[in-house]
């Protein structure tokens, strides 16, 4: 349990420092060791989400509603996760549901206004004439997915304005107007030729407003002519600075910039047009796809980084200082060897020897994970990881692992001998047994835990009450730990 509260803390420090790939593998670790604690799935929803890693987000918030359906923060983390996935529907349930727990709590209070705020906005823009403010595959999707449509009334047709009593400023814009609408409504049926020559129609009517440029690169957005598409959102964001635009219409031109080189696949691009619209106007759209291509530059920079020869070079290098007894220096080579050629078990297996060396069990135990989760056949995994276990005084896990090994090649002197010692240290003195097994830590707090105490005592008592107890995942591993620890025997 302390180990899985050090990992906790280590995931909170690299959630706080922005380090969202570090805190995800600090409480999946964590996760392995305790997969019963709500509060750790609660925490790497947290940074799924703010990876903008939304699905994963959500399974785990989900994972927490199932393990403690009372505690209000899986709601408001099953909430986030599920309007970053444009699910507006399912994230406002999540929110009602959490209230029903804590009807105060502020922040599902807020976030089901926030989804709300979303939905009425969406419904105006549908019945409006601007609905050109937000990329169409996002509209669309958000269409389909969450609002619903609002009826259309027949309202009475407003008497057509008298061009001749306006002054020529209010006839360019009342002109202007009548072809946006008339461009927004070509758009709609994807009628874009038309649509272009309305907005252009528009834009030479009133060239001041920085709707009518962004209207027009929408055009070009959806015709894949993203050149021409930056140009206008580059001019559109020219003349709104000139004419003090709202900064959220500025803020769409540079994410729809962004949008562009993202399918040119100019990512590094796509990452600084997205940080300058987050800088005029913060979005959860934004948000999302500033992470996305984050994530997919990290993604492409990692795989230009591969080079199984100079990997290999890495191993022999690695392999030198293992047999001199120097094993920091070898986990380096090692590691940059998985860096290298990521696919390959032998190398995970190398460091695992590493880390047995230096009793950095944990670590090891993980290697050895990553090694068998590569290649199920490699039997040098299994092998290893029997020892790691033993080192740990976990004996029944490490005899399973040495079965594996068998299961693969039942000659194996490696896996004979370790089962071979596994078996023979539940028959070893019993006075030896119980002195070794009070040195440990683990050991000493379970048998402080007075429930623990109460529940072997009625083992002790009632021989049947063991099956009973073994239907709870937690005090299963604690019994677990006292019988590889030889302090109690089940026959």
Known sequence: ??????????????????????????????????????????????????????????????????????????????????AGLHDYRKAFEAYNEGLKCDPKNAILLQGRQEITNTVLQFMQQQGGPMPMDIDPPRSQRFASSSAPKPQEKKAPKPAEPNLNEMSEEERQKYLAKKEKEAGNAAYKKKDFDNALSHYTKAMEYDPTDITFYNNIAAVY???????????????????????????????????????????????????????KAMSEHRTPEVKTSLSEVESKIKELERKAYIDPVKAEEEKERGNDLFKKGDYSTA??????????????????????????????????????????????????????????????????????????????????????????QCSLNFHR????????????PEVQQILKDPAMRLILEQMQNDPNAVKEHLQNPAIANKIMKLMESGIIQIH
Not at 363 to 370: A, I, V
Not at 433 to 440: T, W
Request: proline share 2%.
């Open 221 to 275: 957005f959806e015709r894949k002519q993203y050149d021409e598409c930056i140009k206008m959102c580059e001019k559109g964001i020219e003349i709104g600075r000139e004419n003090r635009a709202d900064f959220k219409l500025i803020g769409k031109a540079f994410a729809r910039i962004g949008n562009c080189y993202r399918k040119m696949e100019d990512y590094q691009q796509a990452k600084v047009y997205y940080e």
């Open 331 to 420: 986990i380096k080579h090692y590691s940059e060897a998985i860096k290298r050629n990521p696919d390959d078990p032998k190398l995970y297996s190398n460091r695992a020897a590493c880390y047995t060396k230096l009793a950095a069990f944990d670590l090891g135990l993980k290697d050895c994970e990553m090694c068998i989760n590569l290649d199920d056949k490699f039997i040098k995994g299994y092998i290893r990881k029997g020892k790691i276990l033993q080192g740990m005084q976990k004996t029944s896990q490490a005899m399973t692992a040495y079965q594996k090994a068998l299961e693969l090649d039942p000659s194996n002197a490696e896996a004979l001998e370790g089962y071979r």
């Open 1 to 82: 349990m302390e180990r899985v509260n050090e990992l906790k803390e280590k995931g909170n420090q690299a959630l706080n420092a922005e380090k969202y790939e570090e805190a995800i593998e600090a409480y999946t670790e964590a996760i392995l060791l305790d997969d019963k604690n709500h509060v750790l799935f609660s925490n790497r929803s947290a940074a799924y989400a703010k990876a903008g890693k939304f699905s994963e987000a959500l399974e785990d918030a989900e994972k927490t509603i199932a393990l403690n359906p009372t505690w209000a923060k899986g709601y408001s983390r099953k909430g986030a996760a599920a």
């Open 429 to 440: 003195n019993p006075q030896e047994v119980l002195k070794n097994a009070m040195n440990d």
